[in-house]
């Protein structure tokens, strides 16, 4: 019987041959998911030997990771901002970026915002956060895709927010009533141009949603329809917070003066301006 140390040794270098970056991270992950166990305890009994039936239960993982499908969707769940996520091939997973994002907004409201919306909510990970912060707000969670929403749905059930959030199905602001408006929008729209989405990673490319990433051929589509339309949805000094591309303050900002709002740009932790607000 094949013990855990040869087990690690033997999907490390596989994980090696097919390129999969931080084979080493992504085989304990793998191997403790499938044994039910927390990372760091493989390491306490290295020389166990595997059953045929737990070896059965991991090899399917193992071919998923190396035909490089995420390793969040493999395991099914990724930690948002402190909230365990489920997360699949319905939306995009959650980015340490958008966590960033969620801090610089916070940062950025002199009071808790009343009534929150978030656009293209994907897995709900924006909402579900400030819903988490900001105990007493209306939010509104909007998504184009029925199956994203359903995830979002999903989640704020298991985090007993499925009252707190209403999830309207649309594109952008397309769905909202007339005549609401909110205190914060918060929004990581696709900014991605066809240029950089044909070089992002097998995981990227292969596996999720296509429409999540790409705006355009210069990654702007989505976010010019935000700022065009934003200020008619936000109250006397209400707040913008956007993820965007690195290249794209300049225009981001002209586009913002034309709409009668005024931009920043923010860096993210790469020193690259990742964030744009707008009031």
């Known amino acids: ?3 855990v140390r040869e087990i690690k040794a033997r999907t490390e270098t596989f994980f090696t041959q097919k390129g999969v970056p931080n084979p080493k991270l992504d085989t304990d992950i793998l191997i403790a998911h499938s044994l039910g166990l927390k990372r760091l305890d493989l390491y306490l009994d290295l020389d166990r030997p595997l059953t045929e039936a737990q ?8 071919k998923r990771r190396a035909a490089r499908e995420p390793l969040q969707y493999i395991i099914g769940t990724t930690e948002f901002y402190g909230l365990t996520l489920k997360v699949d091939a319905r939306a995009l997973i959650p980015r340490h ?3 960033e994002l969620v801090d610089h907004t916070i940062g950025r409201l002199a009071e808790a915002p009343k ?13 579900l956060a400030l819903a988490f912060k900001y105990g007493d707000a209306e939010v509104t969670a909007v998504d184009q895709s029925a199956e994203a929403l359903a995830l979002a749905a999903e989640n704020a059930e298991a ?11 649309g594109s952008w602001f397309d769905p909202l009533p ?12 696709p900014y991605l141009t066809e240029g950089e989405m044909q070089t992002a990673e097998p995981e990227v490319v292969g596996h999720e949603p296509h429409s999540a990433l790409v705006s355009g051929n210069e990654g702007m589509d989505d976010l010019r329809i935000l ?35 005024t931009g920043e740009s923010l860096e993210d932790l790469s020193e690259r301006p990742r964030f744009f607000f707008a009031s």
């Open 115 to 127: 009534r929150i919306l978030d656009l293209g909510t994907g897995s709900g990970a924006l909402a």
């Open 97 to 99: 970026e958008t966590e």
């Open 227 to 261: 700022l065009e339309q934003a200020k008619t949805y936000l109250v006397e000094g209400g707040l913008l917070a956007m993820e965007t591309g690195i290249a794209q303050y300049d225009a981001l900002k002209e586009l913002a003066a034309a709409n009668g709002l």
């Open 55 to 62: 070896l059965d239960a991991l090899r399917p993982l193992v």
């Open 178 to 189: 007339v005549g609401v408006r909110f205190d914060l929008i918060v929004s990581n729209p």
């Open 159 to 169: 985090l007993g927010l499925r009252g707190r959030i209403s999830f309207l199905e």
């Open 1 to 3: 019987m094949l013990t």
